[in-house]
């Protein structure tokens, strides 16, 4: 079950966006107003640049590390198909070699090796499990302090989080990554009406303009990405997009508001080239070349050829390296 979504009081985002280096929405960067029309990797010029180059100034003086990044969001983030193969697998690469450097840089710095899958030896920041990555949660769920001790549902390396403290500032106090990529969201949409939530994406871009604030005050640079088009109900007469496409809308104006890169991976997933919209057949999760049921998931998810990369989960993953790539590059052209 998904934790309870929670309204995010008005004056205490608004006093993190203020502490964090921002005021409220102020949009002054050159992207597209239209969420549509933007890059699948973001483009980091204009106004945007100047405040991710103060992002990773800030993060250099916290002493967080270039060759790290982690990961927040939900299954599909967490399942295994999800990023892990870089970690442990040989890359195929097709046309993308230029990638190889990008994955060889973070998968330098090694963790504990319990902190990944057992098949998927070493720990790094492909193949470690994150404190902020989860099935089942919701947007709010990586920054919202913990109560107490952690409990069923957030097991693995939050086993090292402490009371009182978020699970995004357990895993900066953890690994001190530079970057930190979140895509959530789709629980909320999928239980809204359960939860008794008519705006779900409201709550979204809250959650997540909130989770940018946390970071940014921790001394890590925040990276957010839309959601895929995942289905959310089976009845036909729905529109099925809908509320994805306004949670979309809003995820990507929280972005642009507060100078945020963001990924729009659901344009990648929405091309006519992709299988299935990128998506497995309960409609939610991302598929994957050679099925998720195959015994070399984890070399498949990181085959970058043509074919494969009209699967989903090949796809984001091609797509969250050239997003590191790009924002390497960004940082060293100051």
Same mark, same amino acid.
């Given at each position: 079950? /998904?934790?309870?979504?929670?309204?995010?009081?008005?004056?205490?985002?608004?006093?993190?966006?203020?502490?964090?280096?921002?005021?409220?929405?102020?949009?002054?960067?050159?992207?597209?107003?239209?969420?549509?029309?933007?890059?699948? %990797?973001?483009?980091?010029?204009? @106004?945007?640049?100047?405040?991710?180059?103060?992002?990773?100034?800030?993060?250099?003086?916290?002493?967080?590390?270039?060759?790290?990044?982690?990961?927040?969001?939900?299954?599909?983030?967490?399942?295994?198909?999800?990023?892990? =193969?870089?970690?442990?697998?040989?890359?195929?690469?097709?046309?993308?070699?230029?990638?190889?450097?990008?994955?060889?840089?973070?998968?330098?710095?090694?963790?504990? /090796?319990?902190?990944?899958?057992?098949?998927?030896?070493?720990?790094?920041?492909?193949?470690?499990?994150?404190?902020?990555?989860?099935?089942?949660?919701?947007?709010?769920?990586?920054? %919202?302090?913990?109560?107490?001790? /952690?409990?069923?549902?957030?097991?693995?390396?939050?086993?090292?989080?402490?009371?009182?403290?978020?699970?995004?500032?357990?895993?900066?106090?953890?690994?001190?990554?530079?970057?930190?990529?979140?895509?959530?969201?789709?629980?909320?949409?999928?239980?809204?009406?359960?939860?008794?939530?008519? !705006?779900?994406?409201?709550?979204?871009?809250?959650?997540?303009?909130?989770?940018?604030?946390?970071?940014?005050?921790?001394?890590?640079?925040?990276?957010?990405?839309?959601?895929?088009?995942?289905?959310?109900?089976?009845?036909?007469?729905?529109?099925?997009? =809908?509320? %994805?496409?306004?949670?979309?809308?809003?995820?990507?104006?929280?972005?642009?508001?507060?100078?945020?890169?963001?990924?729009?991976?659901?344009?990648?997933?929405?091309?006519?080239?992709?299988?299935?919209?990128?998506?497995?057949?309960?409609?939610?999760?991302?598929?994957?070349?050679?099925?998720? !049921?195959?015994?070399?998931?984890?070399?498949?998810?990181?085959?970058?050829?043509?074919?494969?990369?009209?699967?989903?989960?090949?796809?984001?993953?091609?797509?969250?390296?050239?997003?590191?790539?790009?924002? @390497?590059?960004?940082?060293?052209?100051?």
């Amino acid at each position: 079950m /998904p934790r309870t979504i929670r309204a995010l009081p008005g004056l205490l985002v608004a006093g993190l966006l203020f502490l964090s280096g921002c005021g409220l929405p102020f949009g002054g960067d050159d992207r597209p107003a239209d969420w549509t029309e933007a890059p699948v %990797v973001p483009e980091i010029t204009g @106004d945007l640049k100047d405040q991710f180059l103060e992002d990773v100034a800030a993060a250099d003086i916290h002493g967080m590390r270039p060759d790290v990044f982690a990961k927040i969001g939900d299954s599909n983030t967490e399942l295994r198909r999800n990023l892990f =193969g870089f970690g442990c697998s040989v890359v195929e690469y097709g046309d993308q070699g230029d990638l190889a450097p990008t994955v060889e840089k973070f998968k330098e710095t090694e963790f504990a /090796p319990d902190l990944a899958l057992p098949e998927c030896q070493p720990a790094n920041s492909f193949s470690r499990f994150s404190a902020a990555a989860r099935s089942g949660t919701l947007a709010d769920y990586a920054a %919202v302090p913990l109560d107490g001790p /952690p409990n069923s549902l957030v097991d693995r390396t939050d086993r090292r989080c402490r009371s009182g403290e978020t699970l995004v500032g357990c895993e900066i106090r953890e690994i001190q990554p530079r970057y930190m990529i979140a895509m959530s969201g789709t629980n909320d949409l999928a239980f809204a009406a359960n939860l008794g939530v008519a !705006d779900p994406e409201t709550n979204i871009s809250l959650h997540l303009a909130l989770l940018a604030a946390r970071i940014r005050l921790a001394g890590s640079v925040p990276v957010l990405s839309t959601l895929p088009p995942i289905y959310i109900t089976s009845t036909p007469d729905v529109d099925e997009w =809908g509320e %994805v496409k306004k949670a979309n809308a809003a995820i990507y104006e929280a972005g642009r508001d507060l100078e945020i890169p963001v990924i729009n991976l659901w344009s990648a997933l929405t091309e006519d080239q992709m299988i299935d919209h990128g998506l497995d057949t309960d409609g939610v999760h991302l598929n994957v070349y050679g099925g998720v !049921d195959s015994p070399d998931l984890l070399a498949n998810s990181v085959n970058l050829t043509d074919e494969a990369l009209r699967y989903g989960a090949n796809r984001r993953n091609l797509i969250w390296v050239q997003t590191l790539k790009a924002l @390497d590059e960004a940082a060293e052209s100051k």
